[in-house]
């Protein structure tokens, strides 16, 4: 039965995907303008002149699918983190605006000298929700738990495996030591998880513990229930030492279908909807009456997309080959009839919006005449007159992995494989499921791949792009790259603490990069939302999690719900 | 009569033993491993990979996926015994009670909708039997057959868009199984607003079933009417209903009893669709979540416990016979 439920959705995938091809594979040479045009909708939200910030009324949020827990140390998904990020404190918290750490939990905070010790000191009059005082010993119980191995927080505990001394040393003062100087250290313990002692030290198994449905934390906000398979309501903390947010009850819904989250949102049930499909936002969200009722909002995503080339096999092995290869995919005018226009090309592995990413390099441009120079050079032409390029009695032929459910992914190779076929290579689309995909990719047998990297304020390009991680299979560096001035660069940038000189390694190690083209760099995608009209003060900032949620507010005559109930109904 | 269910029960053991041995075989060797899912899940900026290694490893032991295949079958067969089935990778919650909470859900679905379907497939097969040829039969048959071909996450969405909502018209829920705040109805408000919630999905699920099981009632039918035993009836001068409802339609019934055995299943299984586009937390939906997650353990009590249904329905079904046949009995003829 199991496999026959994996086919069906995989047809229906199918049968989508074909349908929508037709118009995409139409393609037009003309390029997006500057700025974004879309009707109706707007950068950032902005209060009228004269509105007041004004506490009370909720905010229904959608989430794609149920958490597994809200236990932050053993959650693994994308949602159970955006509720935990109401409910608790971490140490620090990173500023959206200015992408530097300010003070939460902890008031202040020291580096030492060599760079391997920090010194947190807490606030003295943080309680827990249950009115149990937060102290050291709950943030080295925290750190203990994530490094047991009889604990399921292996994802997290990579961060800290370098953290050889955790020292409490008084109540209110923890200090970590590190192996080794890293920049991203203070980061990582900065984000440390932190959950009650008091509660979790009871004896039953950590991995089980009932805290994983009904947390307790010390942030702005309380849980209150968790109704399986429909929604997680939180209420305004009163008690916060911090400033809490304007709304009075944050719950989050979960809906799994796109279209019915729409619908679901226009019948006035959800207030803010994230992710809305590229058709979605152009198609069924342009008409007069959901402007009356919603405001479309779009901005920035931190993460870029990429086809990645296995230079570890020929014809990809050949840095010309590569360059070829990106010169004959026309990602401008993918990024019109795919996307709409709604993201940017990128050059470089790096966020468009952090100082990191080079402006000054700029994507190489759609030439299938130069790509050709370039193939003829590395001696690939079409020799037996056969329509295919050939080389050493050898076809251009290769095959392209995607993961199915991608939509765009689908379409792109698609548009690609025609423009290869017009160029002599013949490149066959195979499409496998998620994690099939991935253990294809981390042992290497693909011969091109399309993934995307989600990105950080601060990067640090090790983990992909380092030759130490390319002989090791599962890596992230799984396209093999190696370049020694590159690792060069990369090691001297983990072990600067200064930003400014930590931007220009990192522009060396971009030009190099978009230099050997390992990827084909594609976009830097727009995430399109939409929000209740009543809802004001919504600014997207450059970094994850993008909103600062306590700017939020409903003016009070426009408030829909108090307390408890619905006030207009 | 007891005897034999007894032993039907019984033969249910080497049965299940097989289906679940398959069943594990396959997940545990499909590729994909859910230690590196669940790793990946998020790995930017994430320290050395020597030390991912470590963890997947650390990680595969916490799951007990370190032990050879044909032990961790072993191990999961005891574990079954006691009617546990291990704890999902995803929350560390019982299995058992997960698919508890589940089942309930899709059975509101599976059975409204088995119900409506015999409900209404029954008389309109009857009455396109009876009124072979006529113009209201073939009017019946094209719309069966055009109900019949079309998809049902096609018309779950179209659904979705012209009647919930929207730039349409909005007349029924398309999220979940209540209102926000059903729990303080009444019971016969509470019970409305369930009904109003199920009406799209329920409706989705019927369709193609009804049309299914009504032309197969409508062959059935005409095989009985051609019967002599009929023709004696209507020889003999019985009025005409008597002859379709009790002479006729009861022995047609047979066939379509067989096939409610196999909806059941298939219904439980085919909602993974209508329950995923109605935000509806149910078994399909479960199942399928856990398959991509390679969750091994909620796969395995999913696919053990919808196995073990199967066979019930089955049983029920060949029990039901007795019911409807008085020749057919089970009873030992040694």
Request: glycine content about 6%.
């Amino acid at each position: 039965m199991s496999t026959r439920k994996v086919a069906t959705i995989a047809l229906c995938v199918l049968a989508l995907g074909a349908c929508k091809l037709k118009t995409a594979g139409e393609q037009e040479s003309s390029s997006c303008p500057a700025k974004v045009e879309s009707p109706g909708a707007v950068e950032q939200i902005l209060p009228p002149p004269g509105s007041k910030p004004a506490a009370g009324d909720w905010l229904i949020r959608r989430l794609n699918a149920e958490p597994g827990t809200l236990n932050p140390i053993t959650a693994t998904d994308n949602y159970s983190q955006m509720i935990d990020a109401m409910i608790m404190d971490t140490l620090l918290d990173m500023d959206l605006a200015t992408q530097e750490l300010i003070p939460l939990l902890a008031e202040k905070w020291e580096v030492s000298e060599d760079k391997l010790t920090f010194t947190f000191h807490l606030h003295k009059n943080v309680k827990w929700h249950d009115g149990k005082p937060f102290t050291a010993d709950d943030v080295i119980y925290s750190l203990q738990r994530i490094m047991d191995p009889k604990v399921d927080a292996a994802p997290l505990r990579i961060y800290y495996i370098d953290c050889v001394e955790t020292k409490k040393v008084d109540a209110y003062t923890v200090r970590f030591t590190w192996r080794q100087p890293y920049f991203k250290a203070l980061e990582a313990l900065a984000a440390l998880p932190i959950v009650p002692k008091h509660i979790m030290d009871d004896g039953t198994d950590f991995n089980k513990h009932p805290y994983g449905r009904n947390p307790i934390g010390t942030g702005p906000y309380r849980f209150v229930t968790w109704e399986t398979g429909k929604r997680i309501e939180l209420v305004r903390n009163k008690d916060y030492f911090g400033k809490p947010g304007y709304f009075e009850r944050i719950i989050f819904k979960f809906i799994t279908d796109n279209n019915g989250a729409l619908q679901v949102f226009n019948q006035g049930e959800v207030d803010f909807l994230e992710r809305l499909s590229q058709t979605q936002w152009i198609k069924q969200t342009n008409y007069p009456e959901f402007f009356k009722r919603a405001n479309k909002i779009y901005y920035d995503y931190p993460q870029y997309s990429y086809i990645g080339w296995n230079m570890r096999r020929p014809p990809f092995d050949d840095q010309r080959v590569r360059t070829a290869m990106t010169m004959l995919l026309n990602r401008e005018a993918i990024l019109k009839n795919i996307y709409y226009c709604l993201g940017k090309v990128v050059s470089g592995p790096y966020y468009v919006n952090t100082p990191y990413y080079d402006q000054s390099i700029k994507p190489l441009p759609y030439d299938p005449d130069k790509a050709k120079a370039l193939l003829a050079q590395a001696g690939w032409a079409d020799h037996n007159q056969d329509g295919i390029l050939d080389k050493d009695g050898k076809d251009f032929k290769f095959e392209f992995l995607i993961s199915s459910g991608s939509e765009t992914a689908e379409k792109i190779a698609t548009i690609y494989k025609e423009d290869l076929q017009s160029a002599g290579i013949h490149m066959e689309i195979r499409k496998l499921e998620w994690a099939v995909f991935l253990q294809n990719v981390q042992e290497w047998s693909f011969d091109a791949c399309t993934l995307a990297w989600a990105l950080d304020a601060n990067p640090d390009e090790y983990q992909i792009w380092h030759s130490s991680m390319a002989d090791v299979k599962g890596s992230s560096n799984h396209v093999g790259y190696k370049n020694p001035e590159v690792d060069r660069l990369i090691e001297e940038a983990r072990q600067e603490f200064d930003k400014q000189k930590r931007i220009e390694l990192n522009h060396r190690i971009h030009r190099l990069i978009a230099d050997d083209q390992p990827y084909t760099f594609l976009f830097c995608p727009k995430e399109l939302a939409a929000v209740d009209k009543r809802i004001t003060n919504v600014v997207p900032y450059a970094i994850r999690p993008i909103f600062k949620f306590a700017e939020w507010y409903v003016p009070k005559d426009l408030q829909k719900y108090s307390g408890d109930r619905l006030q207009r109904p | 009569m007891r005897s034999y269910i007894l032993r039907r029960l019984l033969l249910m053991l080497p049965t299940m033993l097989g289906i679940t041995l398959v069943t594990f075989t396959i997940i545990q060797l499909a590729p994909g491993s859910p230690a590196e899912l669940k790793i990946r899940a998020d790995q930017t900026g994430a320290l050395g990979e020597q030390y991912t290694k470590e963890v997947i490893e650390q990680t595969k032991k916490l799951y007990g996926l370190d032990k050879p295949i044909h032990i961790r079958y072993l191990i999961w067969l005891k574990q079954v015994a006691t009617l546990n089935f291990g704890e999902s990778y995803k929350d560390h919650r019982p299995v058992m009670k997960i698919i508890l909470e589940r089942i309930p859900v899709s059975l509101q679905l599976s059975l409204t909708s088995i119900f409506l379907i015999y409900l209404l497939a029954v008389p309109i097969g009857v009455y396109s039997a009876v009124k072979q040829k006529s113009v209201s039969d073939r009017i019946i048959t094209v719309g069966l057959f055009i109900l019949y071909s079309l998809p049902n996450f096609w018309v779950a969405m179209m659904l979705i868009l012209f009647v919930g909502g929207g730039q349409f018209f909005h007349w029924f829920p398309v999220y979940g199984l209540n209102s926000e705040g059903a729990d303080q109805l009444p019971f016969i408000a509470w019970l409305g607003d369930r009904l109003w919630h199920l009406a799209l999905p329920v409706a989705c699920l019927t369709y193609a079933g009804l049309a299914f099981i009504s032309r197969q009632q409508r062959a059935a039918m005409l095989e009985v009417i051609r019967q002599d035993y009929i023709r004696t009836a209507r020889a003999k001068g019985l009025p005409e209903k008597l002859v379709v409802f009790k002479h006729a339609m009861r022995n047609s019934l047979i066939p379509i009893v067989t096939l409610a055995a196999a909806l059941f299943p298939a219904i439980l299984g085919g909602s993974v669709i209508i329950e995923s586009i109605f935000s509806i937390p149910g078994m399909g939906k479960l199942g399928f979540d856990a398959i991509l997650a390679r969750d091994y353990p909620v796969i395995m009590g999913d696919a053990t416990i919808s196995a073990f249904l199967t066979l019930i329905g089955i049983l029920a079904a060949d029990l039901t016979y007795t019911l409807i046949d008085p020749r057919i009995s089970f009873e030992a003829r040694t």
